[in-house]
């Protein structure tokens, strides 16, 4: 297993990693969240009422139209992984490859 391999693309490089011969690309993620709230509000609160714009740094393991899987962490010896999350893609703003 490489651990921490970085990938030369046209100008810059892409954070990535090797494991089990399988590359997995180091992303920021902006995805919006749920905002909710149980008290009581009037039109022009509940009218503000927005979702929460995330970020999340993580390697991506799973990417469809359905979903996305990423890890944060991993097992140096063993294909393991840690720091897990599931998105739906309907809350997926933009996926963008890290690079250096």
């Not at 892409?14 to 008290?39: A, E, H, P």
């Not at 009422?49 to 359905?66: C, G, L």
């Not at 944060?72 to 890290?98: L, M, Q, T, W």
Request: glycine content about 4%; some cysteine.
């Amino acid at each position: 297993m490489k651990l921490k391999v970085i990938q030369r693309s046209y100008f810059a490089e892409v954070v990535s990693i090797l494991i089990n011969k399988k590359r997995y690309y180091f992303c920021k993620i902006t995805w919006l969240d749920i905002l909710g709230d149980s008290g009581h509000a009037d039109i022009e609160e509940f009218n503000a009422m927005k979702p929460a714009e995330m970020i999340t740094h993580a390697y991506v393991y799973y990417n469809d139209y359905k979903l996305l899987k990423t890890f944060a962490s991993y097992d140096a010896n063993s294909e393991c992984f840690s720091d897990r999350n599931v998105f739906p893609k309907g809350c997926i703003k933009k996926i963008e490859k890290i690079t250096l």
